[in-house]
């Protein structure tokens, strides 16, 4: 880790307003002083996917994720490195993927379902958000954003639902719920929540802006 990094993850259970979240949190701060690396995008193929009961593919554990691949880039954001990798489309056929390359900064966000859970993930974390949002509230936001985003009909968004998204929500992300620092409900808007973290984070880059500069004078 380089001197001064600020390591923030972020969870929260399927359509909780992560990704919204994430770019009114960028927006919010000065340019160049965070990055963010998204867990959706370490995805392993889906013929690596284990199967349910009823033969569907189910994305919603843990083991979906590279998680080693997912950590390797994390671990080089803390060495003042770039990363580079192709973004997951969600098996969207009519989205070609881009080439994605994250900059290391001063913040570096971390998002994602399982990045609490992931033990080698969180220790790397300073500081743990929870997106809160009740559970009919992200259900309608999923059949939404999957139908419009995804193509998925409402069918296979409920069957998902049911069988993976809750039961896996429930074992792997609730409970590090009580163990977060910060705690921000989205059921209607998360903007004084948003506030109160974007706050916290300006302050912490102020912070060491003087730090620099005290250091700078003295060994001036």
């Known amino acids: 880790m380089t001197k001064g990094q600020y390591v923030v993850g972020i969870a929260g259970g399927s359509a909780s307003g992560k990704t919204s979240f994430l770019t009114r949190l960028k927006d919010s701060l000065p340019e160049g002083s965070v990055c963010i690396i998204s867990q959706d995008n370490y995805y392993r193929p889906q013929s690596e996917q284990q199967l349910d009961e009823n033969g569907e593919v189910n994305y919603d554990l843990p083991t979906s994720i590279n998680k080693e691949a997912f950590l390797l880039d994390v671990q080089r954001l803390l060495a003042g490195l770039s990363v580079q990798f192709r973004e997951y489309t969600f098996n969207n056929s009519e ?5 994605i390359t994250i900059h290391p900064a001063p913040i570096i966000v971390v998002e ?3 990045v609490f859970h992931y033990p080698e993930i969180r ?3 300073n500081l743990r958000v929870y997106l809160d949002v009740r559970e009919d509230i992200k259900l309608q936001r999923r059949i ?3 139908h419009d985003e995804r193509g998925y009909p409402e069918a ?3 069957y998902q639902w049911e ?3 809750m039961p896996s929500f429930k074992k792997f992300l609730k409970p590090y719920r009580d163990d977060s620092h910060l705690i921000i409900t989205n059921n209607i808007t998360f903007d004084k929540g948003l506030g109160v973290l974007s706050d916290h984070l300006r302050y912490r880059l102020l912070t060491e802006l003087k730090a620099a500069s005290t250091s ?3 060994n001036g």
């Open 95 to 99: 989205r070609a993927p881009q080439i």
């Open 112 to 114: 994602g379902l399982f």
């Open 123 to 125: 220790h790397l974390l």
């Open 144 to 146: 939404k954003r999957d």
């Open 156 to 158: 296979v968004v409920r």
């Open 163 to 165: 069988h993976h998204v």
């Open 216 to 218: 700078e004078g003295v």
